[in-house]
């Protein structure tokens, strides 16, 4: 099906609070308006030792987390393992594809399989198809309505990969709990009306942490489209989540498995931006890491929020058609 998306602007994250002064105001005097922060950032993070094993133990204490360069404190943690997970799921059926299509299918069958097997009865997954049009986007635990999905999937021209994350990261925002979105694809752009940083940028407003499977259908670098694995890496980077490039049926399978490991073993944390230096970009950097440095994070690297004169990119993005949908 096609997607009827229509304008809509996303709430405000800061709100402004008129305060009165306690003595005198010349006639007409502006009451001083007091800007007060107060959206909770939520930052998903995952921990390895130097050997690349998950770490799942650590403390709110064993985590340092920088806003703009300003110390911030950590307000809200959770391990992950019972948190709600949301899982949008993108399998790309442009023409590239095709030959690959069976083994993707099957290998991401196996990997809902043991989703819904295991974690929290509350976790959901939405399966998206994209070539030129992009079909899906309703979450469930019914594993059979989406395996039946996946076996009558067929190639189809054109590839709007970036359309694709961005339409699922906007349905992921609204969502509760924890937010994934993993793409298996060639990695190739064609038809999309929206562009990497667009792509980027509301995977970060949804707080998704964005998992691409590179597909690879040239092993050699002269045919391959590197710049697409390139742009998805970065995308993967922003977002807190890691490329993967299996070669084979068997190491899909594993890197399925690598992806489910990561989203049982993540760490939630939350803070409220305190004293952070703002610039006219009101894309903030984040830096979180733990106090051994023995340990790496992988988190995403900012958020959006406000800015020198007291907007947010908030205040200027909606949701509107910019092509229409494919005619079948």
Not at 207 to 216: C, H, K, N, S, T
């Amino acid at each position: 099906m096609a997607f009827p998306w229509r304008g809509r602007a996303v709430p405000l994250v800061a709100a402004s609070i008129l305060a009165g002064g306690l003595g005198w105001r010349l006639p007409g005097q502006e009451p001083p308006t007091i800007r007060v922060d107060v959206s909770l950032v939520h930052v998903i993070a995952t921990v390895r030792d130097q050997a690349g094993r998950l770490v799942g133990t650590l403390q709110k204490s064993d985590f340092e987390i920088r806003d703009n360069g300003a110390p911030q404190e950590v307000a809200v943690f959770a391990r992950q393992t019972d948190q709600p997970l949301s899982v949008a799921l993108l399998v790309d059926v442009s023409g590239s594809t095709a030959k690959d299509i069976k083994y993707e299918t099957d290998s991401a069958a196996r990997f809902l399989r043991a989703f819904f097997t295991e974690g929290n009865p509350e976790d959901r997954v939405a399966l998206y198809t994209f070539s030129y049009d992009i079909s899906g986007g309703e979450y469930t635990r019914n594993y059979a309505s989406l395996e039946r999905r996946l076996k009558f999937l067929h190639g189809d021209s054109g590839t709007s990969l970036y359309d694709a994350i961005y339409y699922a990261a906007h349905d992921l925002e609204n969502r509760q709990g924890r937010k994934a979105i993993i793409v298996v694809t060639d990695g190739g752009d064609t038809t999309s009306s929206r562009d990497l940083k667009a792509a980027l940028k509301q995977a970060q407003m949804a707080d998704a942490v964005l998992y691409p499977i590179v597909v690879l259908p040239i092993t050699n670098d002269a045919g391959r489209n590197t710049g697409g694995e390139h742009a998805l890496e970065f995308m993967a980077e922003g977002t807190g989540g890691r490329t993967f490039y299996p070669d084979a049926s068997t190491q899909l399978d594993k890197t399925f498995a690598d992806i489910l490991a990561e989203l049982r073993t993540e760490y939630m944390l939350g803070f409220y931006p305190h004293q952070v230096p703002l610039t006219k970009d009101p894309f903030h950097r984040l830096e979180v890491r733990v106090k051994s440095g023995q340990l790496r994070v992988s988190a995403r690297n900012g958020y959006y929020g406000e800015a020198v004169g007291g907007g947010t990119a908030d205040t200027r993005i909606s949701v509107s058609p910019e092509r229409p949908a494919k005619k079948r």
